[in-house]
């Protein structure tokens, strides 16, 4: 039974530049949510994908982007990226597509902007 | 939007003591209380979580309170080994539907 993966493990990017991050979720489940993790602090809700839409957002603008693919999988998209952009970019897979279905974490994606 | 505190930021304890740390919520709708711990360079994982409908929940060494009046949800650790070294995230959803992390509890557990 395959856990959530995410690639890649690590990005480094320039200021400006564009990134997409890509999430596959636990065999089994339909919701992608996607987190941003700074140094030393509890990850931020960005987005959750649910049946291909996106179901609610956080507050991120709109350089932040996202989608959901008919199997369920996912990429999150980041447009001129700052310096600040910088962080652990976590994915979590569940069933139900609410915000009170248990979460499962991937790996993450290390993400620097220089 | 849901607001949560985490207390404290830190905590050393001895092995084979008890550790608790604290949360507490603003929204008063949020009915979904997970706990997940994160070693160093390594994802969070989901180590117990409650929900509104219970006020106590326990797996082995870990168990979780929640007092939905005052709005606080508690983990408690006890016989602490060094392997429960790590960041303790607890989190808050279904009122505001986006789930809200507290900034995390670095438990640092001395053999």
């Known amino acids: 039974d395959a856990g959530v993966t995410q690639s890649p493990t690590h990005l480094i990017k320039t200021r400006g530049q564009q990134v997409t991050l890509r999430c596959s979720p636990k065999s089994g489940h339909d919701t992608v949510s996607w987190y941003q993790q700074a140094l030393g602090q509890g990850p931020q809700f960005i987005f959750q994908?649910?049946?291909?839409?996106?179901?609610q957002r956080g507050n991120f603008p709109d350089r932040f982007s996202g989608h959901q693919f008919p199997n369920y999988s996912s990429e999150l998209n980041v447009n001129a990226l700052l310096l600040g952009d910088s962080a652990l970019y976590l994915c979590?897979?569940?069933?139900?597509?609410?915000?009170?279905?248990?979460?499962?974490f991937g790996p993450g994606t290390r993400l620097t902007v220089l | 939007g849901e607001n949560v505190e985490q207390h404290p930021s830190t905590l050393s304890v001895q092995e084979g003591d008890s550790a608790v740390i604290k949360c507490t919520y603003s929204?008063?709708?949020?009915?979904?209380f997970p706990w997940y711990k994160q070693e160093l360079g390594k994802r969070p994982q989901l180590i117990i979580d409650?929900?509104?409908?219970?006020g106590e929940k326990k797996d082995q060494r870990i168990a979780v309170t929640l007092n939905k009046t005052a709005k606080h949800f508690s983990l408690h650790i006890t016989e602490t080994q060094p392997e429960d070294s790590a960041v303790y995230f607890c989190?808050?959803?279904?009122?505001?539907?986006?789930?809200?992390f507290g900034r995390g509890t670095s438990l640092i557990v001395h053999p």
């Open positions: 994908y649910y049946e291909e839409e996106e179901r």
């Open positions: 409650i929900r509104s409908n219970v």
């Open positions: 989190a808050a959803s279904g009122g505001s539907y986006i789930p809200t």
């Open positions: 929204d008063s709708a949020s009915n979904y």
């Open positions: 979590a897979s569940s069933l139900g597509g609410t915000s009170t279905d248990t979460q499962y």
